[in-house]
Each structure stands twice: as C-alpha cells, then as structure tokens.
C-alpha cells in the first residue's frame, strides 16, 4: 500500500511538471544561447553571459535614447522583475540588456541610465561597435542607423535614429540555452512571471 501511494505520488508530480508548456514563441528551441566577446557592463567590468548560469536570463536589446520602443520594454521588464523580486527570486534572475548604440551607450551612460531608472536587476552591456555587431547578428538583430530631419518651429535638425528589429526578448534557462523569446513592444507580462518561475524552479 505504502508502495503503491509513493508511485501515485510520483506519477501525480511528475505529470504536473510535465503540464508546463512554456508560453513564448518555442520556435527553433532550446539552443545554446551564443557567448558575447568583450563587452563590459555599466562598471566597466568584463561581462559574458555565462557569468550568469545558474540564473534565468532576460535578454533584450536596445539604446538608452531610445523614444518609444526600448522604454515600453524596459518598463515591462522591470514590472516582471518587480514581481519576481516580490516572490522572493531576486537572486534567481537577470535581466541583461545589450546596446545597439554603443557610441552614446557608454559604460557611464548606462550607469546613469540604471540608476535613475532604479534597474536593479538589470545590467546593461556595451562595447566596441566590431564585436556589438557580431552580437547582434548572432542574434538576428538589425541595426539601422538614419538621419532624420525633424522640424523644430522654423528651424530642421537633424536627428540620428536607430532602427532594430526585430524587437525580441530571449529567455535563457538557468544552463545557458534559449528556451523561448517574445516578439513584439507588448509583453505579456503574467505569462512570463509564470515562465521564469517555472524555470527558476525547474
Ligand atoms: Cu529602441
């Protein structure tokens, strides 16, 4: 009898976490997720992605001058982190942003940028333009850089825009693979607490 409920116990558990379907676009996952060369965080310091294994990384793309998009992002982002720190899993995730603008993206840009953001649980990468671009193609983003005139009263200027797409958030389980991204400015933001507690939990 006693043989007979621990198998039932088992098999009931082992059901339940086989029910978990992960939400985001499972396309083409898992894979390894593709190592970054030479790039150095908001300090300064020499950051891989590896430096996080062990955690579930949030991997997105973007740049701090960024009017409408990136912020829409990056506000999303920091609402699923908000709630997850609120579980208690702060030391559980990392939300890691890497710039597509690297000759204003500073070290010390993007320190400013975390701190009056107050994006604790993000850390923000850059580097040389050489090795950003290989980083980006790894990961199938296109980076446009245009000027733009925009009409300011009677006088134009000239802004410098950059366009990346697609607008993609990658989630990287605990051991380096992607498992899944999220396409899009709206993230629904349940299913990924529900996502990254899962593979936290995993
Ligand atoms: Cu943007």
């Not at 339940?16 to 300064?44: C, D, F, H, R, T």
């Not at 982002?77 to 890497?98: C, Y």
């Not at 320190?111 to 980006?136: M, P, R």
Request: proline share 4%; net charge positive.
């Amino acid at each position: 009898m006693k043989k007979l409920l621990s198998f039932l116990i088992v098999l009931v558990f082992s059901t339940v976490s086989m029910a978990y379907n992960l939400q985001g676009s499972a396309k083409g996952y898992p894979k390894p997720a593709i190592e970054v060369e030479n790039l150095v965080n908001e300090e300064g310091k020499p950051t891989k992605l590896s430096d996080f294994k062990g955690k579930v990384v949030i991997l997105y793309f973007g740049f701090t001058n960024c009017q409408h998009v990136c912020p829409t992002v990056s506000a999303s982002l920091k609402r699923i982190s908000d709630a997850l720190v609120e579980k208690g899993l702060k030391d559980k995730f990392q939300i890691v942003f890497i710039t597509v603008d690297p000759k204003r993206d500073t070290p010390e840009v993007l320190k400013e940028y975390k701190k009056s953001h107050e994006f604790d649980t993000f850390t923000f990468l850059t580097g040389k333009e050489e090795d950003l671009k290989k980083v980006w193609k790894a990961y199938g983003i296109e980076v446009k850089e245009k000027e733009m005139e925009m009409k300011h009263g009677d006088h134009v200027m000239k802004h410098k825009m950059i366009s990346h797409t697609p607008v993609i958030t990658f989630i990287i389980d605990k051991n380096g693979k992607i498992v899944e991204d999220y396409k899009g400015i709206y993230l629904p933001e349940d299913k990924i607490i529900q996502d990254i507690e899962y593979l936290i939990k995993k």
